[in-house]
């Protein structure tokens, strides 16, 4: 079972909102990690978005719009990223990442279509 | 502005040794933890090796440990990994990485591809 497991596709319309779940493994709980997110679009590098660990503990990257915020949801072990008001330009794959046992892992990944 | 530059990627046969640099500039590289990040062709990425500011912490991912190796020069901006009894499955683009929040500025990648 892999450390971090993301759903591989979402789809939604313009301005409808994403919520993009990123699950820790079973016995690696949620609450002790920040939760990085980045997005990756076709033939570029990835782009940080945001970290996550709690409300008093967060950071948005620079010029990253308000509109991708992060959270995590304890009863599932996960963290989320929300896209509020989708738009075409966030049509991505969006990866989510922690540290974790002195290695940094990726999440597997989603795919993000705005249809 | 930021920029990461990595260059030193090509065409290597299995077994062979490659060594990739990457050169920053635009903000304070000795500073900050840098990283290398890879992704095979239509995969995900995949965390490969972390060097904090002074060199003191080095990490491994796993699958390159006691192959790659990872070094900064800080008086020179630059980031480094040798690559050594490269396989095939170490063909991918490598990605430097780096800044406050560890993976805040990210190169435009060097491809790797191990083939006889």
């Known amino acids: 079972q892999a450390v971090l497991t993301q759903p591989s596709s979402l789809s939604a319309s313009p301005g409808a909102s994403a919520s993009l779940t990123c699950t820790l493994r079973s016995g690696i709980n949620v609450g002790t990690y920040r939760i990085y997110w980045y997005q990756q679009k076709p033939g570029s590098p990835p782009q940080y978005l945001l970290r996550y660990k709690s409300d008093s503990d967060k950071q948005q990257g620079s010029g990253v719009p308000s509109r991708f915020s992060g959270s995590k949801d304890a009863s599932a072990n996960a963290g989320i990223l929300l896209i509020s008001g989708l738009q075409s330009e966030d049509e991505a794959d969006y990866y989510c990442?922690?540290?974790?046992?002195?290695?940094?892992?990726f999440g597997t990944g989603t795919k993000v279509t705005v249809l | 502005e930021v920029q990461l530059v990595e260059s030193g990627g090509g065409l290597v046969k299995p077994g062979g040794s490659l060594r990739l640099s990457c050169a920053a500039s635009g903000f304070t590289f000795s500073s900050y933890s840098m990283n290398w990040v890879r992704q095979a062709p239509g995969k995900g990425l995949e965390w490969v090796s972390s060097i904090s500011s002074s060199s003191s912490y080095i990490y491994y991912a796993d699958s390159v440990k006691g192959r790659f190796t990872i070094s900064r020069d800080n008086a020179k901006n630059s980031l480094y990994l040798q690559m050594n009894s490269l396989r095939a499955e170490d063909t991918a683009v490598y990605y430097c990485?780096?800044?406050?929040?560890?993976?805040?500025?990210w190169g435009q990648g060097t491809l790797v591809t191990v083939s006889s």
């Open positions: 990485a780096g800044g406050p929040n560890y993976f805040d500025y």
């Open positions: 990442m922690i540290w974790h046992s002195s290695a940094y892992v």
